[in-house]
Structures are given as C-alpha cells and as structure tokens.
C-alpha cells in the first residue's frame, strides 16, 4: 500500500481549482500541475487539443508564476485558441458517419 501523500502532492489551501487552470471561451486552454518527484510546477498549454502530443510544456519557477504567466500566454495567443475551440465545438457537432 501507497503512503497517503506518494499519489499527489496538494495545493496549498490558497490556490483554488481556478488558479491552475486558464479557460478561453469557457474551455481549459492551459494546466498547471504540480511534479510528486520533486514539486516543481510545470504548465501544459494547448490542452484543448485531444492529443497528448500536440500539448507543449514549460517548467515553472512557482505557482503564482505560472498562473501570471499562463494568463499572459492566453492573452497573447487569445485569437489561435478561439479559432481552434470553435473549430473543435464544430467538428464535435457534426453528424459521424
């Protein structure tokens, strides 16, 4: 059996579910996690993309870095994304053979 804290490491009581995610049209375009290894924080940007591999990642020097700098990176990128999420919702809509 797993001691209680090997599965994750939990944020600190001041961080809201909120602060580690960054939305566009209502959409998670951005994720900070949190590494159990040693606890640094990384940001997974694009993850309104389906495929793992088309997510990119970036160290963070802490939390409250990364949620600036994942609010900047949406800011800057505001009209990619809502292209892609509108694309996205589209595609979801049609009919499959």
């Known amino acids: 059996m797993?001691?209680?804290n090997s599965i994750g490491?939990?944020?600190p009581p001041a961080l809201t579910e909120r602060t580690t995610q960054s939305l566009c049209d209502r959409v998670q375009v951005v994720k900070?996690?949190?590494r159990t290894n040693n606890g640094r924080?990384?940001?997974s940007l694009d993850t309104q993309r389906a495929e793992l591999a088309h997510w990119t990642f970036r160290?963070?020097?802490s939390c409250e870095q990364g949620v600036?700098?994942?609010d900047?990176?949406?800011t800057r990128h505001r009209v990619r994304l809502r292209a892609e999420i509108d694309r996205l919702r589209?595609?979801?809509r049609a009919p499959r053979p």
């Open 41 to 43: 924080w990384f940001a």
């Open 68 to 70: 600036a700098g994942s």
């Open 32 to 34: 900070l996690s949190q």
């Open 9 to 11: 490491v939990p944020l």
């Open 90 to 92: 589209v595609e979801r």
């Open 72 to 74: 900047l990176w949406v």
């Open 59 to 61: 160290e963070c020097s």
């Open 2 to 4: 797993l001691p209680p």
